[in-house]
């Protein structure tokens, strides 16, 4: 029957519906992905240009679907959000690096903090502060050791949001704002937040070198976040010219392919020396 529909019409629809239908197989394979053990944490380092030491390392999950392969956090992690799958996901990836860290200082390694990214959606639910407190404790981590990574999308809701970063605080984490200057959101939340650092988007970072506008975003997040006495985490540096802008600039740390990849932990811990002396 769909022979006597145009052609067009049926092209357009069938490429419409097999999305979709992909998108509710992906998110109905997420469902089970922490119980049958395919997800996994890898961890990119961020130097300290001062020391050029590995000062400490960001989590990103990874997914091993069974018969797809690896799939990007840039897709699942959409639709985890979407689908609330996100904070049985979202409190496996803390756990899971607050772990990591532990053992990583009971193998012999210098403190390293780590940092972990929270969605939206993890800042609203109910049980987020004490869940991140019983996971310090139950990991027996030092909050000083742990960052947790926020975006601009959380200025949605100004005064929640505010009021559940302070009660992070007191636990005594710090605060950095990730992808920062692409949220389209006002500035203002820098008073209200109680935030520790501010992390540069890789797409001004790449573009140092051949967009004046981008350049000029970096000096002037370097120069805020110096007045608001905030620490800055340049990320997605790829290119020794792009290092030396910012080493020039008194950026203090930076994340990108340039030093390494995200690793796995064993790797991160086998060659913990070799990635110093880079
Ligand atoms: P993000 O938080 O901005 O993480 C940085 C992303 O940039 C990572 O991609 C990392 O692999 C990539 N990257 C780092 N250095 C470079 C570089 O030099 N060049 C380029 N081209 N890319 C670089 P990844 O791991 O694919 O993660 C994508 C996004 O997925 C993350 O962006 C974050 O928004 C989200 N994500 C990853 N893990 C988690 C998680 O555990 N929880 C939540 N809520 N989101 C996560
Ligand atoms: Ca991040
Ligand atoms: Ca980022
Ligand atoms: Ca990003």
């Excluded at 607050?98 to 012999?108: S, T």
């Amino acid at each position: 029957e769909a022979r006597k529909v145009p052609s067009r019409i049926v092209f357009y629809e069938t490429s419409m519906s097999s999305d979709i239908t992909e998108k509710i197989i992906l998110e109905n394979d997420l469902r089970h992905a922490l119980d049958n053990h395919e997800l996994f944490v890898e961890y990119q380092p961020q130097i300290d240009l001062q020391t050029g030491h590995i000062l400490s390392v960001e989590a990103l999950v990874r997914w091993q679907h069974p018969s797809k392969g690896m799939i990007s956090p840039g897709l699942f992690i959409p639709i985890a959000e979407e689908s609330g799958i996100i904070i049985p996901i979202g409190q496996w990836v803390l756990e899971t690096a607050c772990r990591q860290v532990k053992q990583w200082e009971q193998a012999g390694l210098p403190p390293i903090k780590v940092a972990v990214n929270l969605s939206l959606g993890q800042l609203f639910q109910q049980d987020l502060v004490e869940m991140i407190q019983s996971v310090l404790e139950e990991t027996d981590l030092d909050p000083k050791y742990l960052q947790l990574e926020i975006t601009e999308s959380m200025t949605i809701n100004i005064d929640h949001i505010t009021m559940i970063l302070h009660q992070l605080k007191a636990l005594g984490v710090t605060i950095a704002v990730d992808d920062f200057g692409t949220g389209y959101s006002s500035l203002s939340y820098l008073k209200d937040f109680p935030i520790d650092c501010l992390k540069i988007d890789r797409s001004f970072v790449q573009k140092i070198q051949s967009d004046p506008t981008d350049k000029a975003l970096v000096d002037m997040i370097l120069s805020m976040a110096k007045h608001l006495r905030l620490k800055v985490v340049a990320e997605g540096i790829e290119e020794v010219a792009q290092l030396n802008y910012l080493v020039a600039g008194h950026c203090e740390t930076v994340q990108g392919f340039l030093f390494s990849k995200p690793l796995h932990p064993t790797y991160l811990q086998d060659n913990y020396q070799a990635l110093q002396d880079n």
